[in-house]
Each structure stands twice: as C-alpha cells, then as structure tokens.
C-alpha cells in the first residue's frame, strides 16, 4: 500500500493533535483542521489505511487513533514541521545558561536541571573527553632538601604536578637515571597499559630511587582515568508523574527506576558516532521499562578535549520538534559558552603549584 502525500498529512495531523491533548484522535477533529480539505469519510479510510500500514493504533476504548512508534519514527524522520523557538525562549535559555553554568565541574548536574526545566520532562547531561588520553613526557624537578615535583603532561596539553617525598639514599643521578626510565617505558599508555609487569621491570632498573616508581605509577593512572570517565547526571524525573502515560503506579514505577545515571549512562556512548540530534523513538530503547518512552539527544562541545550530551526521556507522544529545536539550542549555545582561544597557556610547575594541582 502507498504512502501517498495525503495519508503523511493525515498521519501529521493525528500526531500533532494527540501531542496537544493526549487523547485519541478521531476523523471529525482532523475534518475540523483548517487546512484539511477532504471529508471524514475520506479522513476515515486514510486513518484505517495507516492502521493497516502500522503507523497508527487504535486503544481498546475509543474509535479514535493514536501513533504508533513506527508513526512516531516517519513523524520525526519526514513529517515534523521546524518548530522556531520565540525571542522570550532563546532569551530564557540564554539567560539561564549565563546564570548558572559557570564552571565545568559543575556543568553536567547543573545543565541537566536547565534542561529539565526548559522541557518539562526528564533529563540527563553527561560530558566526557573525546579522546583517550596519555603521557607525552616525564620531568623530575628538585624543590628543596628532600623533595621532587613530578611533572605529568599529557598528549591533550595538560599538566599535572604532584610533591612527592624523596627516599633518603636517592641522589641526584638516580632522579635522571629514574626519569629517563618513565620517558623510555612509561608514555603513549593509555591507563589499563600499567601492568604489574611493567611496574617491576622499571623498578628493578631505577636503582635507589625504585620506590618512587610505584607512587608515580599511582599518580599517572589516576590522572589518566579521571581523564577518561564519563560524568552523567540526571533531573527532572518527577515530572513524568504529571504526564496521562503515567497515571497507572507500577508503570510510572517502573519508568522511574530505569531513569537514573547508572541506567542511562551508555547514551553517551551512543552519540560518540553520531552528528546532530539522535531520537530513540520507543522499542528502539534497550530498556524494556523504556519501551513506550522516547529519548532524544544531542552533542556540545566543551573544549580541552571535552564533549558534553543533553537529552530527554519521555513519552513517545512528547513534542519532538519542540523539543529537538530546544535542545540544540541549547547545545549551540553550551559550545559558543565553553570556547576558549586556541593559544593556551601552560601552567609553569612549581612548588606552590603543585600542591594545589594534586589528584
């Protein structure tokens, strides 16, 4: 059976209608449209006919249709019209954004509540480096009587100190021999390359200074896998409980149990391949609880190798292209927010520094 134009305006229409009133949609109220020229007569065979196709359903109780998530994906795919947000929203938006995203460590909890409330539905942010980072070059610098500052830089351009003890026997030409050592055996490594065997083969050729190596063997891994996680916040999930799909108690629950950061933090994954925004329109969700949910998502750029993700969970019936015309516009602007100036500064070891730059 064709998809004839007319049947994607009919299918249109019953999305767009249920979206506002969460009921379903009859012929008489497609009739009623402005721009619907055809009788309800007409309007019944198409609705049937996109019945029989799979892209519309028809509840228990009622003569009316509702979409189905095959409805839901041609709807996002093809059929949604743009949606442009007014000057009062992108104001908003900004404003909120200006107000209380100000530091990076703050960003994923913070962002995730500006989403929630932006949308009314759930959300969940996460940033994440882009890259897997690892060691470009070892330094041991001499800071008084009985201490070295080691110095860690890593291939994305930052620089770790951390103050470190000396062992009473090790002397001067141990500390060189010691650093030649971790440039030769201990860079281009990602975190899971430090191997016990590895650990014991630099040890047994540092000499005096061989009980240094486990310390900065601690300090690099910790530095490299702070590096590569993945933060993931999630807010707003109340807010389902307002919606009519969630009025039954053991559904609601069992949504909500599927809404937290441990549940959903392999979205961030997802998007690692995929450019603009990515909606998963219900039985396309891994979750079984997440079945008649959707989840639209979308990329931002932090800077310093950083990505961040923003997205939403929600009824298959939410307001996509609202939503999805939100959401990156929030995005644009999370990335025009968090540019930096290509020439950065590196930040000079020293004493001082380095205690205030320990992991």
């Given at each position: 059976m064709e998809l004839t134009e007319r049947k994607k305006k009919v299918l249109r229409s019953v999305v767009d209608l249920y979206i506002r009133t969460a009921e379903p949609v009859g012929s008489k109220a497609?009739?009623?449209?402005?721009?619907?020229?055809?009788?309800?007569?007409?309007?019944?065979?198409?609705?049937?006919?996109?019945?029989?196709?799979?892209?519309?359903?028809?509840?228990?109780?009622?003569?009316?249709?509702?979409?189905?998530?095959?409805?839901?994906r041609l709807y996002v795919d093809e059929l949604m019209q743009d949606y442009r947000l007014s000057v009062d929203e992108t104001r908003s938006i900004n404003n909120a954004?200006?107000?209380?995203?100000?530091?990076?460590?703050?960003?994923?909890?913070?962002?995730?509540?500006?989403?929630?409330?932006?949308?009314?539905?759930?959300?969940?942010?996460?940033?994440?480096?882009?890259?897997?980072?690892?060691?470009?070059?070892?330094?041991?610098?001499?800071?008084?009587?009985?201490?070295?500052?080691?110095?860690?830089?890593?291939?994305?351009?930052?620089?770790?100190?951390?103050?470190?003890?000396?062992?009473?026997?090790?002397?001067?030409?141990?500390?060189?021999?010691?650093?030649?050592?971790?440039?030769?055996?201990?860079?281009?490594?990602?975190?899971?390359?430090?191997?016990?065997?590895?650990?014991?083969?630099?040890?047994?050729?540092?000499?005096?200074?061989?009980?240094?190596?486990?310390v900065i063997v601690d300090f690099t891994t910790d530095v490299l896998r702070h590096q590569a996680s993945t933060n993931v916040a999630v807010a707003g999930q109340a807010r389902l409980l307002g919606l009519p799909e969630y009025r039954d108690v053991d559904k609601a629950q069992k949504v909500l149990e599927s809404i937290d950061e441990d549940a959903l933090s392999n979205l961030p994954a997802i998007m690692q391949s995929e450019n603009g925004t990515k909606v998963l329109v219900g039985p396309e969700n891994v979750a079984q609880e997440l079945k008649d949910t959707s989840v639209v998502m979308t990329k931002f750029d932090i800077g310093d190798g950083m990505q961040g993700m923003i997205g939403v969970v929600g009824p298959t019936r939410m307001d996509y292209?609202?939503?999805?015309?939100?959401?990156s516009y929030f995005a644009e602007s999370l990335s025009k927010a968090f540019a930096k100036p290509e020439t950065k500064q590196l930040p000079q070891p020293n004493e001082e520094s380095a205690e205030s730059k320990e992991v």
């Open positions: 497609i009739t009623e449209l402005p721009d619907m020229n055809y009788s309800s007569a007409t309007i019944r065979n198409e609705m049937a006919d996109l019945t029989a196709m799979g892209y519309l359903e028809q509840p228990h109780t009622s003569a009316g249709r509702i979409p189905s998530p095959a409805g839901y954004i200006e107000e209380k995203v100000r530091r990076v460590d703050e960003l994923v909890e913070k962002v995730a509540k500006l989403v929630s409330q932006a949308t009314d539905l759930p959300a969940i942010s996460a940033a994440s480096r882009n890259d897997t980072a690892t060691v470009t070059r070892y330094d041991l610098i001499q800071a008084g009587q009985g201490s070295i500052i080691l110095v860690v830089m890593l291939s994305n351009d930052q620089v770790f100190n951390k103050l470190i003890k000396l062992p009473v026997s090790a002397e001067e030409t141990d500390l060189k021999l010691l650093a030649a050592l971790l440039n030769a055996a201990m860079t281009e490594l990602p975190a899971e390359g430090f191997t016990p065997a590895l650990l014991d083969k630099v040890m047994r050729s540092a000499g005096k200074a061989s009980s240094l190596v486990p292209a609202k939503v999805t015309a939100r959401l």
